[in-house]
C-alpha cells in the first residue's frame, strides 16, 4: 500500500495563496486520488479528484473556481492549489488514495486508504 505524506500547510492570510504537497512513498500513477478536508467539529468531506492521468478532476461545489488539483506523475506527487482564501478553507488536508471501486469518480471516504496526517492550513481574516 502505497504511503502519502501532505506538507506545505501553514497560516495565511485571507486573499493570500498557497499550495499543498503530498507525495506518494512509491510510483503512484496507477492510483485514482482525492483531498478531503475537516474541520474542527465537522465532518471530513470532499474536496477535490483527480484520476491517474489526470484526464479527469472534478470538485466539490463550496470550492470550485478556488482550488485546484493537479499531479506530476513523474516525481510521485499530488498538489492543491489555494487561491484567493479565505476563513471557510481553514481545516486540516488530506490526500488519500482510491483503493475501491475507483473506476468511476467516488466520494465515498470508505473508498479511499493511506491516509496521512493531514497539514493544517489556516486562513486568517
Known amino acids: 500500500q502505497v504511503e502519502l505524506v501532505e506538507s506545505g500547510g501553514g497560516l495565511v492570510q485571507a486573499g493570500d495563496s498557497l499550495r499543498i504537497s503530498c507525495k506518494a512513498s512509491?510510483?503512484?500513477?496507477?492510483?485514482?486520488m482525492a483531498w478531503f478536508r475537516q474541520a474542527q467539529g465537522k465532518a471530513r468531506e470532499f474536496v477535490a479528484y483527480?484520476?491517474?492521468?489526470?484526464?479527469?478532476?472534478i470538485y466539490s461545489d463550496s470550492v470550485k473556481g478556488r482550488l485546484t488539483i493537479s499531479r506530476d506523475n513523474g516525481k510521485d506527487t499530488l498538489y492543491l492549489q489555494m487561491d484567493n482564501l479565505n476563513p471557510e478553507v481553514t481545516a486540516v488536508y488530506f490526500c488519500?488514495?482510491?483503493?475501491?471501486?475507483?473506476?468511476?469518480?467516488?466520494?465515498?471516504?470508505?473508498?479511499?486508504?493511506?491516509w496521512g496526517q493531514g497539514p493544517q492550513v489556516t486562513v486568517s481574516t
Open positions: 483527480i484520476d491517474a492521468l489526470e484526464r479527469d478532476t
Open positions: 512509491r510510483p503512484f500513477h496507477n492510483y485514482v
Open positions: 488519500p488514495a482510491c483503493t475501491k471501486s475507483c473506476f468511476a469518480f467516488t466520494q465515498e471516504l470508505s473508498a479511499y486508504g493511506s
